[in-house]
Every structure is written in C-alpha cells, then in structure tokens.
C-alpha cells in the first residue's frame, strides 16, 4: 500500500530512518547523561575545595603571625614601661604591671618565651597550630628574668629586694 505520492509505506520508513535513526540506547540518555553531570559537579566541588584549602590556610598563617606580632608588642611595650617605672621609683617595694594578652590568637594557642643578653631582652612568641614564630626585642636599664609562659594574662614584677630584675608570670 501506498501513500498519496504512490509510494511505498516502507519507503516511507526508509526515509524517516534517515531523518530519525532509531537507537537502542535512547533510553540510557537520560540517567547516563545525569550520571556524567554529577560526575563533572563532584570533581569541580572536588577541586574547588582543594585550592581554597590551600588559600585558607595561607591566611590563618597570616593571621597566627600578625596576632603574635601585636601580643609581642604589647608585651615589649608593658615591659619597657615597667622597666621606666623601676627606674623611676625611689620607694622600696614591688611593682607589677598587669598585661592582658589573648589566650589564643587565631584560634591557636601560644607560649611566651622570654630570653636575655644582657639588657636585650628577646620575646618569642610560638604558636602551636599553625606552627608559627615571632620574635620582638626590646631594651631595658633593668636585667629581665628568662622564662617561658602560655599567652593570657601576664603580670610584669619588679622586687629590688629580689635583685632587681623584672620578671613575667602568669597574673
């Protein structure tokens, strides 16, 4: 049987295969396709999460240090003016200087070590997670105690009856 143009239907099959190839896999299309996206989404996400890591981290480091910089000023700056203040004070007794430092800084606890040579005193400030190091100086008139401390409140003590050095501990 023909159709209006005299020819055949499997002609007109013929014809419409040319234009509408069957496949068998038309049906897989759709979850094969959704199974490559998800594929592409994961292993963007994947690598997205792995370069920003890297940029966090580089940042807390930045943090951590610049933190410790401030505690160690502010510790150099409180020693200086206890050691001005010594210096200044012809009344016998102790002297303490209350300084306030953060327990953490970044998120990272530190430790506090104070070292001297002669009256150069050499504050390190030493974080534990991210590892990471700050060193801050400062000249007194009077000798400073070597020590070591975790970061919080400090006190600064000067005893001349003790031998008049300044010593840092906890408050």
């Known amino acids: 049987m023909g159709d209006r143009r005299g020819t055949t239907r499997a002609e ?3 014809r419409l295969a040319r234009w509408f190839p069957a496949s068998d896999d038309r049906g ?5 396709n959704y199974v490559i996206m998800l594929a592409i989404v994961a292993i ?5 999460f792995v370069a920003s890591s890297g940029y966090v981290r580089g940042q807390q480091d930045q943090a951590v240090r610049a933190g410790l910089e401030v505690a160690g000023n502010r510790l150099a700056n409180d020693l200086a003016a206890a050691d001005r203040l010594a210096g200044a004070t012809t009344a016998p007794g102790d002297l303490s200087v209350s300084v306030d430092l953060p327990e953490r800084v970044a ?4 430790t506090v070590a104070i070292d001297t040579a002669g009256t150069t005193a050499t504050i390190t400030l030493t974080s534990a997670q991210p590892e990471a190091t700050v060193t801050v100086a400062v000249q007194t008139n009077h000798p400073v105690a070597a020590t070591s401390v975790s970061g919080g409140a400090l006190v600064i003590r000067y005893d001349p009856a003790a031998g008049s050095t300044l010593e840092v501990s906890h408050a």
């Open 107 to 110: 998120g990272s606890t530190y």
């Open 12 to 14: 007109s099959r013929a």
């Open 28 to 32: 897989l299309s759709v979850p094969t």
């Open 44 to 48: 963007l996400a994947s690598g997205l």
